[in-house]
Structure formats: structure tokens, C-alpha cells
């Protein structure tokens, strides 16, 4: 066969060892070859140099730990200030819409006073389990305050647990910049200028202190002590945020904060006729776990009882699947 | 054994087979990109589009005759606002190398209009190309050895690659065309 | 007198042999192999459904999840079909990264595949662990300019995400001061090994009209003895710069796959040195700055773009409809094609052959099943 587009100096025909068998001289060889690697492996040094072909290669893994290179992405993560307690995020939903499996959720903050949308996000939740780290949102965010984390031991036997909202994604910037120190500092000029802005826009507490009010405190930041170095010790403070706090029910919790969560968006949209469907089913199950833990709680459950008379069906569901979540994020 | 422009194939075709190439495609001879909106589905026509019998008479002149004999894709398109679904044939010279040779095939959609012959018997290199476009268009080959499913189960009804196939729901079943 | 009969065994589709969930349905007469069905659909993501829902941009993470060993190779066939859609104009330094990225999967693509396939000859893990070991150490450097080891997410419209730097050149350089080792030490390992010629010789021929036949490409292809070879056939990036030959088989059994292989990681080695003399200073820019990556719309048209992937022809096949996501999305996949000359490559060997035969096909049911 002519191959006319090929040069005859372009194509070589490998060598075949079209020899008859031998006495094992073939095998002979290649086990000096292993035997010459071998002793190496046994008396030379341990190197990551990459040019080595011989030694010990190997890593004991939960005792030692390579260093993560900066640009490494595993989970995303939302930033806060130090200083402030106050967002980055001002729910601009870029994340959202460029987030190839769509799994990241967030409701927009409102003015109590006036109704007005506030440059920060009410409700930020993002489904870990079906995140599939292409860290797209950390790319396309314009406020950089969603980034990707180097923690990758998220395993857990709890899966509704991998549906994470602020509690888990919140993290200080000065964690950040151990993780990544220069990918922050070429931003950290226009972040936090952009921030300064934001803040200017935010009445009283909105976008901010999201995790520690939930958890009464501090925990957030103690948790997120840094472990990107090469070697923390075994079993140290990994850098995630309290979980730990979330009970038995988080199945239910789980269905009840997606509920509430397409709720608010049917409600965002005006409730067509195509999203009732979903919400009356969803009304129910909203409703047998709003109960389970109004019965066990020793407060009030007023919230429920106020919800008005005259209200139609649907609205009533949605409301009630929001409150559902809000006591589930409370912990009750 | 020479190298085609794009396009080529065409005016050779007229001349040297005049009887396979579709005549309902004539008349529109040109790259219509401009004339389809946003949102429209596009036809483009600089190649030669055959008719469907006469695509394995097709396959074995360009093979022969300009030495295109490495049928590299098979695609399937559903076009669903003009009605048809469209079979693209890339093949290769493996000789002289340089860009594919397109077949075009525009066939209806409905199961009476959906054949096309098969590849395989020549080109055993199409036989899974050909389950695949089975198994999501619908687009049945008489001659081939063993037309099944190759992706979903057997027991699926519809093809769900088609356009007008639902998207969202389980009730996949209540598709039309099989 | 004694009787035989034929008889039908499942091979998959959990199976280790299967490399992933493939199902071989195949019917064997005593240890001879008389038939054999692939079984697909065991890992079917519905992967060109979901181009034809996301944006161009939103499906380049799942272009990694098609061949994953892969990835970059998948990310710039990808990236080159929506270039040539949209007419975007790649920088020279981003097409060299790019090169750079492909020459390097291979080497590690092959480096594992000869690796799985001698274990699947019974070489157990010997030869698999020191592919893997260089592997490793490729896929820490594509952790550090891309995020992460498999799932790259590398290149964008127009370039790539990230720029190579020192860090990347120095340990590059590095790494090839180990690679011509590492192909003396496989090569001496076992190509002359007893075990290996008598497992490899004269198994699973395929021959050379009968591979065009079949549609075959990559290595499969070049072992049966035609040089066809997409980066000199049709050349895209920047290799028609480089100085490199194609190796092919004249047989086209097990042994002669198994050579050009380890030959095209010599020709990957020597594409990467030419590569990082040529590489333009970082002033042309990494990515092209013009193209709205995230709101990136084709003008209504088709393309049809394919590299010279590890394992074959990887293509795409892309029409538009002049919105933000593609109208008709189809994957080219080389390990796909490939298989179907496995069944004729099997008959008449037997059976304890044909995980071998397999093995020397090289196949990802990522890219199988999609």
C-alpha cells in the first residue's frame, strides 16, 4: 500500500524478536532487571526526585502527606472576611448558572425593611455529592468568594450529610491564603475593594456571621484551622466546618431543605401552573417533617399556627416547607 | 485514488452516477447558515446528499474509486422541524490522509421511512455505529447482522436521542415511532 | 465416541480482565473460542444527550469523564471542534502546552495499557506498577497547572486555563531525564521474555485490509501495518514542526501492538523534547482574551475535529444551530470502533487469549458506553 503522504524516512516498522524459543535467557534478563530495582528499593534512599527510576517511591499515606499544589480543587468552598465576619458572596447566581451538573443553590438576601434585594445571599447550599469539582464556579466567580478547597477526605456513611449550606461551606480568608497564597494575593487587592462596596450595601446583619450564629459561637473559624501543609499530624483538626451537631433525621432534613429551596424558586418564579404540581406534592412531606420536630422541641411552634387563614394552599405549603428548613438548619 | 474538495463529490456524482444523489436536496445546493435563525435547526448542504438505496453503491465507488476506505463516523441528526433525520458518513483515505469525505443520507422520520441499508456487510467497522444510531434515532439497517440495542435494554421503547423525545418524567414509553 | 458441545459463558461484566463494566458474551468449544458478542450499555451516561443540554463551556468537565486516562487529550479534541466551529484563533503557546499535555498522556496512557495488559498475561503488577510509577509522577504535574490529577478540565476556547510556569518546565525536564530509563527498563524486562513471545505471537491477528475494514485507528491500527497516523495525516496544533516517526506492525497480532506502543512512547519522548525548544515566551499569551468563554454561541454550522488520542481517532462531531449549546453533539470514540474488530480478532483463539487480545485493544468503557 502506497502511503503517499508519508515520507518513508517518517515510518519505521518495529523490530519483532521472531527468534525460536530459549532456555529462559529473555526471562533471565528481565528478572536482573527486577532484581537490580529491588535491591535499590531495599537500600536506597526514599526520593520524589522525578528523574529517579529506581528507590522507593511510595507515600504512607494517612501518616504522610504530599504537599497539594496550589491550583488543586477538590470542593467549593464560600469565603468571609476576618475582620468583619462579612461575606464575599453577593449572590450575583454566576455560579450557579455556569455549574455544569447544577448543583448549586442559592437564595438571594432581602431587605426586611424595604423588600430589596441585598448584595449577599440568604441561603447558599450546594450538593456535594453531585459536585463534580470542575471548579468552574471558583473560575467564573467576580467577587472570588467561592473558591475550591484542598480537603479531600469528605467520606462519609451519612450521604444527606454531602448537602452542605454555610455551616460547612464557610471558611475565613486567612484559611484561604494558607492553601493558596499567591492565587489569593493576586486577588485579594480587588476582593476585598469589592467587598468594602458590598458591605456599604448591606443593612445590619445580612451576609454575615451565617455559621457562627447557627452555632452559637466561634466554631467555623477554630474548625477551620489550615492542615494544607505537607505533613499534619495524623488525625489533626481537619479543616471542615461543625457537623457534627446534625441529628438522625438529616434524610428528612435533606428533603425538606430541597423542598424549601424549590419552593422559594417556584415562588421566585410567580408560581405558574407548572410549578404547583410540585409544590403540592411536596406540601405533605413538608408538612410530617415540620412536625417531627415541633413535637420533640420544647419551643413554641407559633410560626406554624401563624401562617394566615386566607393564604391560598399553595403559598401556605411553600411557606411551611421554608420554616421546616429553617428549624432543620437550626438543629431542633 | 486522488484527494476530493468538500463539495466535490458532488459534481462528480452528477456526472458518474447521476441516479443516486437525492433530488429533493437539489434545489438547495448551498451553505444556508445565514438564512436559520437562532433557536433553528440547520441543514447544510455542500455535500453530497444520496439516496438512501443507493448509499452502499456510494460507499464502494468513493472506496474504489478515489480510495476512501477507512469509514471513520457515523452520525445520526435529528431534524426535527424539517422532518428528517440525517446520517452522516465520514470517510478517510488512509493513503493519501488529508480532511474526511461527508456521505450525506436525509431520510424521514417515521418507522416506515426510517431505512437505510447497511455498512456492515463491507464495512464490518460500522456495525456498532449502526446498533448505536439504532438504539438512539431509530434508524433501521436492513442487512445488518444483528440490528439490537446497544445501549439501553432491550425491552426500551422509544429513541431517546430524538429530539422529541421527553427529557424530564419516566414515562418514556409513550414516545411514538416504534 | 466422544461427544463436545458448545457452550455459552459470560465474561463481564464484573470481571478484572474487562477493564470495567464490559460484558463479553462468548462461546467457546472446549478452550476454543467459536464466538464472541460485546455487551454494552453497563456504564451508558447519556454523555452526548447532556452536550446537547449544557452550554459549549459547561460540557468541557465531561469530555474528561469520556477516556479517563486522558483527559487533556479529550479536553483539546473538544476544545478544537468548538474552535473550528466558532472560528477562534488559538495562541502558539497555548497549541504547544496543548502538544505537551497530549505527548505526555500518552506516554502515560500506554505506559498503564501495556501495564494492565501483561498483568492480564500473568506479568503480575511488575510491569503495571512502574508504568504506574511514571504515571504518577505525570499526573502530579498535570495536578499542579490544571487542579486536578484525571479530571483536568484543562484546555478552554481559544487556549488553555492555566499557564505552564517554571515550577512545570523545571520538573518536566526532570521527569525526561527519567523516561529513557524507564523505556530501557520496560523493554528489558520482559520483551524478550519467553512468556511474553509465546503469549503474544501470532495471537489475535488482525490484518491489514481487514483493520481498514474495521475501522480501527491508534495503535491497533498501526500495529496491523498501515502508518496512519492523524498528527501526520492531518496535522492540527503544531505538529507538522516536529521531527517524528510512526511506528508500525507487520503482523498485526498482540506482539506487534505491544512494540508500537513502546515505540510510540520513544517518538512522545522526543515530540516533547522538540516541544519545550520550541515553546514561545509567555508574551503571545496562554489564551485568547477575545473569546467570551461562558456566553461562547457557534454560528449555525457543523465541525468535525479530531486529534491522534492514545488509543485511536478521538473526534467530535458538532452541529449548532447558532445558540449557546450544540444542536447535535456525537463523540468519535476510538476505544468504541476499536472493539468491534474485537470478535474477529478472538475466533479461533482461546479462551485464556482473549483477555490478552482485549488487553491489546486498549479500551476505557468511559469512552465505550459514554
Redesign the interface.
Known amino acids: 500500500m502506497t502511503l503517499s503522504h508519508l515520507a518513508t524516512e517518517d515510518v519505521f516498522v518495529v523490530e519483532r524478536n521472531d527468534a525460536d524459543f530459549r532456555a529462559g535467557q529473555g526471562m533471565t534478563k528481565g528478572l536482573g532487571i527486577v532484581f537490580r530495582k529491588f535491591r535499590k528499593a531495599l537500600f536506597g534512599k526514599p526520593n520524589s526526585d522525578r528523574a529517579d527510576t529506581e528507590g522507593q517511591f511510595n507515600v504512607q499515606y494517612p501518616e504522610e502527606r504530599l504537599a497539594m499544589p496550589e491550583a488543586y480543587r477538590n470542593m467549593p468552598i464560600l469565603l468571609y472576611d476576618d475582620a468583619t465576619g462579612h461575606e464575599l458572596c453577593t449572590s450575583c447566581f454566576q455560579c450557579e448558572r455556569i455549574c455544569p451538573p447544577q448543583v448549586i443553590h442559592i437564595t438571594q438576601a432581602k431587605d426586611p425593611a424595604t423588600g430589596k434585594p441585598v448584595p449577599a445571599a440568604a441561603k447558599f447550599v450546594l450538593e456535594y455529592d453531585t459536585c463534580m469539582s470542575c471548579g468552574y464556579c471558583a473560575e467564573v466567580c467576580p467577587f472570588d468568594a467561592i473558591k475550591m478547597d484542598h480537603d479531600f477526605e469528605l467520606s462519609t456513611a451519612n450521604h444527606p450529610e454531602l448537602d452542605v449550606d454555610y455551616n460547612r461551606l464557610l471558611r475565613p480568608v486567612s484559611y484561604y491564603e494558607t492553601i493558596a497564597p499567591t492565587m489569593w494575593s493576586d486577588v485579594k487587592e480587588q476582593a476585598m475593594k469589592k467587598l468594602q462596596n458590598n458591605i456599604k450595601r448591606r443593612p445590619g446583619d445580612i451576609g454575615r456571621d451565617h455559621g457562627q450564629k447557627i452555632k452559637g459561637g466561634a466554631p467555623v473559624a477554630a474548625a477551620a484551622t489550615p492542615a494544607a501543609g505537607a505533613a499534619p499530624a495524623a488525625g489533626a483538626a481537619k479543616p471542615r466546618g461543625p457537623v457534627a451537631a446534625i441529628g438522625k433525621n438529616m434524610s428528612e432534613d435533606k428533603t425538606a431543605k430541597l423542598l424549601a429551596i424549590r419552593a422559594a424558586n417556584a415562588a421566585k418564579r410567580g408560581g405558574g401552573a407548572a410549578d404547583a404540581a410540585p409544590v403540592a406534592q411536596a406540601a405533605p412531606v413538608a408538612e410530617a417533617v415540620a412536625a417531627a420536630p415541633a413535637a420533640a422541641s420544647a419551643a413554641p411552634t407559633g410560626p406554624v399556627a401563624a401562617i394566615g387563614q386566607n393564604m391560598s394552599e399553595d403559598k401556605r405549603a411553600k411557606l411551611e416547607a421554608i420554616r421546616a428548613a429553617k428549624r432543620a438548619e437550626r438543629g431542633e | 485514488m486522488a484527494l476530493l474538495a468538500r463539495g466535490e463529490l458532488r459534481s462528480i456524482l452528477q456526472t458518474e452516477l447521476p441516479n443516486v444523489l437525492d433530488s429533493r436536496w437539489d434545489t438547495q445546493a448551498t451553505?444556508q447558515?445565514e438564512a436559520?435563525?437562532?433557536?433553528?435547526?440547520?441543514l447544510?448542504d455542500f455535500d453530497a446528499v444520496v439516496k438512501a438505496e443507493a448509499i452502499v453503491e456510494v460507499a464502494h465507488f468513493v472506496r474504489d474509486k478515489f480510495g476512501y476506505?477507512?469509514?471513520?463516523?457515523i452520525?445520526a441528526?435529528?431534524y426535527l422541524n424539517h422532518g428528517i433525520i440525517e446520517l452522516?458518513y465520514?470517510f478517510?483515505n488512509?493513503?493519501?490522509?488529508?480532511?474526511?469525505l461527508r456521505v450525506r443520507v436525509r431520510i424521514g422520520r417515521s418507522p416506515e421511512e426510517c431505512i437505510v441499508p447497511s455498512l456492515t456487510p463491507?464495512?464490518?467497522?460500522?456495525?456498532?455505529?449502526e446498533r448505536e444510531a439504532y438504539d438512539?434515532y431509530g434508524v433501521v439497517f436492513p442487512g445488518h447482522p444483528?440490528l439490537a440495542?446497544?445501549?439501553?435494554?432491550d425491552e426500551f421503547k422509544g429513541f431517546?436521542?430524538r429530539k422529541d423525545f421527553p427529557?424530564t418524567g419516566d414515562k418514556y414509553t409513550h414516545v411514538t415511532g416504534e | 465416541m466422544l461427544k463436545t458441545e458448545e457452550l455459552q459463558i459470560n465474561i463481564g461484566p464484573q470481571h478484572p480482565s474487562t477493564h470495567g463494566v464490559f460484558r463479553m458474551l462468548v462461546t467457546v468449544d472446549g478452550e476454543t473460542l467459536v464466538d464472541l458478542k460485546p455487551v454494552f450499555g453497563y456504564l451508558h451516561r447519556n454523555h452526548e444527550q447532556l452536550g446537547e443540554v449544557n452550554t459549549y463551556l459547561q460540557n468541557m468537565p465531561f469530555t474528561d469523564r469520556l477516556d479517563y486516562f486522558n483527559s487533556m487529550v479529550n479536553n483539546h479534541a473538544y476544545a478544537r471542534t468548538i474552535e473550528t466551529l466558532a472560528g477562534v484563533e488559538v495562541p502558539e503557546r497555548a497549541q504547544y502546552i496543548r502538544v505537551i499535555m497530549d505527548e505526555l498522556s500518552r506516554i502515560l496512557n500506554h505506559a498503564t495499557a501495556m501495564g494492565f495488559m501483561l498483568g492480564d498475561m500473568g506479568a503480575w503488577q511488575t510491569a503495571l506498577l512502574w508504568g504506574m510509577r511514571e504515571r504518577e509522577k505525570i499526573l502530579d504535574m498535570f495536578e499542579y497547572v490544571s487542579g486536578a490529577r484525571m479530571m483536568c478540565n484543562y484546555c478552554r476556547f481559544g487556549g488553555v486555563v492555566r499557564d505552564i510556569d517554571d515550577w512545570f518546565i523545571t520538573e518536566l525536564k526532570k521527569l525526561m531525564q527519567g523516561l529513557p530509563h524507564y523505556f530501557d527498563d520496560f523493554e528489558g524486562l520482559l520483551l524478550n521474555s519467553e512468556i511474553l513471545l509465546a503469549r503474544a505471537r501470532n495471537i489475535g491477528v488482525l490484518p491489514k485490509d481487514l483493520a481498514l475494514a474495521y475501522s480501527v485507528t491508534g495503535p491497533v491500527l498501526r500495529g496491523s501495518g498501515v502508518a496512519y497516523d492523524i498528527r501526520k495525516a492531518e496535522p492540527y496544533a503544531v505538529y507538522d514542526r516536529f521531527k517524528f516517526k510512526v511506528p508500525v506492525g507487520t503482523v498485526g497480532d498482540v506482539y506487534d501492538r505491544f512494540l508500537v506502543r513502546i515505540a510510540e512512547m520513544r517518538e512522545s519522548y522526543k515530540i516533547l523534547e522538540q516541544a519545550l525548544e520550541q515553546l514561545p515566551d509567555a508574551t503571545g499569551g496562554f489564551i485568547n482574551p477575545k473569546v467570551k468563554q461562558q456566553s461562547l454561541k457557534a454560528p449555525a454550522g457543523e465541525a468535525y475535529a479530531r486529534v491522534e488520542s492514545p488509543k485511536g481517532e478521538l473526534g467530535f462531531y458538532v452541529v449548532s444551530d447558532g445558540t449557546g449549546s450544540a444542536y447535535r453533539y456525537k463523540v468519535r470514540a476510538p476505544s468504541f470502533i476499536n472493539l468491534s474488530a474485537l470478535a474477529d480478532m478472538c475466533k479461533g483463539y482461546t479462551i485464556a487469549d482473549v483477555v490478552v487480545i482485549l488487553g491489546s485493544i486498549d479500551i476505557v468503557m468511559g469512552e465505550v458506553d459514554r
Not at chain 2, 488512509?94 to 474526511?100: R, S
Open positions: 451553505d447558515a436559520h435563525g437562532e433557536g433553528q435547526t440547520v447544510l476506505d477507512l469509514l471513520s463516523n452520525t441528526v435529528d452522516v465520514q478517510y488512509a493513503a493519501e490522509a488529508g480532511p474526511d463491507t464495512w464490518p467497522g460500522a456495525d456498532l455505529q438512539m444483528n440495542r446497544i445501549y439501553m435494554w431517546p436521542m427529557k
